[in-house]
């Protein structure tokens, strides 16, 4: 099997895989960028919503591996309220997550912080941080 055999395989896998978890169907997302304008966390993202889309679309998980968006995302669902195809891009976001988690990668290491830094944390935050960034 040729490399761009094999990566098409994963890549394919990939799409398959967040369509099945999110239950959304990618493929109606045609790049309006509503979901985009409509974000509140659209400054710390390192791609928006609407190029996340393009990446499941393209089949392109090496770069979706690479993002912050879907960690960064605070699942407030106005992307999924203006989306005129019905995508529910929260969803999609953690779908995402889910498929990194089920890989065993951690997005934060709770044995790495330290105890002074742990003081100071809020600890509902804290806590609704592990689950959402640990596997
Ligand atoms: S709002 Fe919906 S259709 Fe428009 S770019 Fe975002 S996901 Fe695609
Ligand atoms: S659910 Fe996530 S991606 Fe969508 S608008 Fe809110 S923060 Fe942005």
Do not use: Y
């Not at 309006?32 to 509140?40: E, F, I, K, L, R």
């Not at 679309?57 to 005129?84: I, K, Y």
């Not at 912080?113 to 640990?134: C, H, N, W, Y």
């Amino acid at each position: 099997m040729s490399l761009l055999i094999a990566l098409r395989t994963i890549n394919d896998e990939m799409r398959r895989k967040i369509k099945e978890i999110s239950g959304q169907d990618i493929s109606k997302c045609f790049q309006c960028g509503t979901c985009s304008a409509s974000c509140p966390m659209e400054e710390h993202l390192q791609a928006p919503p609407r190029r996340i889309m393009t990446l499941i679309q393209f089949g392109q998980s090496e770069a979706l591996d690479l993002l912050n968006t879907p960690w960064v995302c605070a699942s407030c669902h106005n992307c999924m309220v203006r989306c005129p195809r019905g995508i529910d891009i929260t969803r999609v976001m953690e779908a995402i997550r889910l498929l990194r988690l089920r890989q065993n990668i951690n997005q934060v290491e709770p044995s790495n912080l330290q105890p002074e830094e742990v003081v100071d944390l809020p600890q509902i935050a804290m806590v609704s941080g592990f689950r959402k960034m640990t596997s």
